[in-house]
Nanobody, 117 residues
Framework: QVQLVESGGGLVQPGGSLRLSCVPSGRILGINDMGWYRQAPGKQRELVATIGVTGRINYADSALKGRVIISRDMARNTVYLHLSNLKPEDTAVYYC??????????WGQGTQVTVSS
């Protein structure tokens, strides 16, 4: 199996930045695309960005576009999400997922990001 653990969330003031991390464990060999999603209170989960094993990146056409950078440590299959110029409407639980060749799409438990003064 594959487990994903997100970290790096917290309380940040408007205009601030955060770097989220997603660390897989278990059978990390076989992980293909990895991505970040977010779910704000009362809203559906939405895609933020994905990154493939070749480094190909896709940013969702969302309010975060232009303020987010996804990156990946290929050796560890660890994926990062750098958020900048955060706004109160970015408050959400941020989830990492990974598409594994044997286990399909796996999700982490999420990390809370709260943007407030």
């Amino acid at each position: 199996q594959v487990q994903l653990v997100e970290s790096g969330g917290g309380l940040v003031q408007p205009g601030g930045s955060l770097r989220l991390s997603c660390v897989p464990s278990g059978r990390i060999l076989g992980i293909n695309d990895m991505g970040w999603y977010r779910q704000a209170p009362g809203k559906q989960r939405e895609l933020v960005a994905t990154i493939g094993v070749t480094g190909r990146i896709n940013y969702a056409d969302s309010a975060l576009k232009g303020r987010v950078i996804i990156s990946r440590d290929m050796a560890r299959n660890t994926v990062y999400l750098h958020l900048s110029n955060l706004k109160p409407e970015d408050t959400a639980v941020y989830y990492c997922n990974a598409d594994h060749v044997d286990y399909g799409v796996r999700w982490g438990q999420g990390t809370q990001v709260t943007v407030s003064s």
